[in-house]
Each structure stands twice: as C-alpha cells, then as structure tokens.
C-alpha cells in the first residue's frame, strides 16, 4: 500500500512523495516536514522497489520518469533531496535573487552565509541553529529583489561527512553507510526553530581554513557585491535586477568574511555582532 | 592600440548597468558577461567619464578633488582611460559629435513621428 506524503513547497517547487515502503516513507516524511504546505502540487515522485543486486532497490521517479539509475535504499534521501534542491532553484530563481548560501535569523533579522561549497555553509548554519538562531536554509537564499526579505527554505540540512563529528546528536536514524551525507530535518536539531520570511540584516562569507583563526574580516559594499554574485543561481540571465538587488543588500547590511578555524569560535564571533538590531 | 588620447572624449559603453557603493563603482559589461569593480581614483574616473569632457580636462578634475599632482594624474588617466577602453567599459566618442554636443545614442534615435 503506497502512502503519498505531503505536499511540500520548495521556493514554489511544490511536489508530493508517493513511497510503497513503511520505514522508508517516515524517514522521508520527517526529512521534508518543515516544507509542508497546503499548496496544491505540480508534480510528484515516487520512490518504488525494483529488482536488483540488493533486496533494497529502489527506483526515484519524477513525474513518472527516472530521476536516477536504481539505487540502494540508504542513498534515496540523498537524491530525493537532490532533486528537490534542483527543482527549488528551478523555480525559486525566476522571482528571486537566488544565492548558494544558507540562512538564519534571530530577532527577526536574517543573516546570509554565501560561499562556493565545502565552505562551511552548512556546519556554520547548523552550528548557530543549535545555538538558538531561527533556520531560514542551508542551500539557496532566495531575495524578493523588490522587498529585498528572505523567503525561507527550510529544507533538510544536508552535513557532510568531514563534519558530522561536531554533531553526533544528528546522526540519522536510517541506516546510511560510511561517507555518506546526513539529511537533517531542522527540527532534529531545535524544536520549533524554522522561520519565515524576515529581511537580511547581516552578509558573511565563510571560509573554513583548516588551523586558521576564526575572526571576521570586514569588507566594502563593492567588494561583497563581488563575492556575492559569484554565489548568485544564474547571475547572467537577469544581471541588471540581480546586481541592483545585490548592490542594494550591500548598502544596507554590513558584510564579513568569516574566517573559521573552529566552529564554536564562529558561533560566539557572529553572536557577539552588535549589527542584528532592528530598525 | 586603443587610440586614446588626452584630448579624447571618452563615455560609458553602451549597454553597461554601474551601481555606485560609496566611493567604489561595480559594473557589469554585458558584451563579455563580466563584473568588474573599481576603486578610489579608478572608480572617479570612470565616473567622470560621461562623455562631457577631454580626458585632460577629467584629469584636471581629479587632480584638484584629490589635491594630487597634475602632470602625474594626467599620466594615471590616461593609462586607466586606455585600461578601461580595452575592457569595453568606456569607449571614445567623435570630436565631431562632442563639439556639437550631441552623443553617438542621440544620432542614432529613429525620428519620433509626429
């Protein structure tokens, strides 16, 4: 008996999962829960057994067509997330200033951590969740150019396997092999800490260097405009609203380079900044 | 070669989108897809250069906002000028069209119809 779990709301990518497998079902039900939605869906996957070299086999479909080659059951997470990741940008990038970079909050203003990966995006985000701020994304910032706020995109923190040591408290519940990413539900990490949309009030730039001192490095409107539209989804299709949307987030909130070495360094650095008051 | 001289008339390329953030200007140039960003005396320069005036006269301008010395300025704007021409971000007007006071986007307007 197939159970059809959602609908979900990625940046406007709204979808329902159909999965035949109990256990495999909850997991992906409790890794999509902060995207639920009452939006009527566009589309669908389905996760489906198939015959192959393991008894746990599965097939992702979108739409009725193979997303991947069959796969074992403890990478489907990673792909349905994938996929999910893929379609978000797809539609978030049309209406938004769309940055790779995740996002929190806290009284009611939102800080952008944009890097290329494998920057500390992620840790860092987790990090400060656990920490208390509120979890706007880890993956794509989507900016209404117009009223330059956030709109979150509380999708499952995907940790990498070079940092899940700093949160043992995380490991997934389904099985997943050695090397393999974790897909954490934001709500895994801190009840209650997913928010809407708030408008930014601080830009940084991690950059995690192994020995390094963590400190934060300031930077110029013009220099973050730089950085930031080398993180910008398809800066080239809407340059001239894209740079004008990055130009004016620059004016208005201040913009480090945060330097990590550590990342309980990092977490006080960014909550001894004195520029998250609002207005 | 760039042609440019002191006595060029240099203006924005067409087509550029410039955002000005405090004292530095980012510009996307469109013809190459390429940001660039420019700083301190660069950064006015290219702001001046609107197609108002010789280059020696621009240089004259920073000199006397930068209290710099003359002669060094005007070597230093006429190498940005060229720098600049070379990255498609300014390009020389006609002296015929400047004297008259009119851009080359003014002559090619289509006439408006009545």
């Known amino acids: ?279 | 070669m760039t042609g440019v001289e002191p006595t060029s008339v240099l203006a924005h390329a067409p087509g550029l989108v410039v955002e000005v953030l405090d004292s530095e200007v980012v510009v996307w140039e469109p013809a190459a897809a390429q940001l660039h960003r420019l700083d301190g005396p660069a950064a006015l320069t290219f702001e001046l250069l609107d197609g108002s005036e010789p280059l020696e006269r621009t240089a004259e301008v920073i000199a006397a906002t930068l209290d710099a010395e003359p002669a060094q300025v005007r070597h230093d704007v006429l190498e940005l000028a060229r720098q600049l021409v070379g990255l498609g971000l300014v390009r020389p007007l006609s002296a015929a069209r400047t004297v008259a006071g009119v851009t080359e986007g003014d002559v090619l307007q289509p006439p408006q119809d009545a």
């Not at chain 1, 893929?86 to 209406?95: C, H, L, P």
């Not at chain 1, 990090?127 to 900016?143: N, P």
């Not at chain 1, 396997?161 to 954490?184: D, I, N, T, Y």
């Not at chain 1, 949307?245 to 380079?257: D, E, H, K």
């Open chain 1, 1 to 279: 008996m197939a159970m059809v779990l959602g609908p979900y709301d990625a940046l406007g990518h709204v979808f329902t999962v159909t999965v035949a497998e109990d256990r495999l079902g909850e997991c992906i039900a409790r890794t999509l829960e902060a995207l639920g939605t009452t939006c009527q869906p566009r589309l669908e996957y389905s996760v489906a057994a198939v015959p192959g070299p393991r008894p746990d086999w599965y097939e992702l479909r979108r739409d009725g067509e193979p997303v991947m080659p069959a796969m074992e059951g403890s990478l489907v997470l990673d792909w349905l997330a994938w996929a999910v990741n893929q379609g978000a940008i797809e539609s978030g990038r049309q209406q938004n200033l769309l940055m790779h970079a995740a996002g929190v909050a806290r009284d009611g203003l939102g800080v952008v951590l944009a890097a290329p990966m494998e920057s500390g995006k992620t840790t860092t985000c987790t990090g400060l969740v656990r920490d208390g701020w509120s979890y706007l994304t880890d993956e794509a910032v989507a900016v209404d150019p117009a009223t330059l706020r956030v709109r979150a995109f509380p999708k499952a923190l995907t940790i990498d396997p070079g940092s899940q040591f700093l949160f043992p408290e995380l490991r997934p519940e389904l099985p997943s092999s050695s090397g393999q990413k974790w897909q954490v539900p934001p709500h895994s990490i801190r009840p209650g800490c997913v928010t809407t949309d708030v408008p930014v009030g601080l830009l940084l730039l991690p950059a995690y260097r192994e020995g390094a001192s963590t400190e934060l490095q300031p930077l110029t409107p013009a220099q973050a405009v730089m950085e930031l539209a080398q993180c910008t989804f398809f800066f080239i299709e809407q340059p001239e609203r894209n740079l004008a949307a990055l130009a004016q987030l620059a004016r208005t909130a201040p913009c480090y380079r945060l330097v990590i070495g550590a990342l309980d360094e990092a977490v006080t650095l960014v909550n001894e900044l004195p520029h998250l008051v609002s207005a």
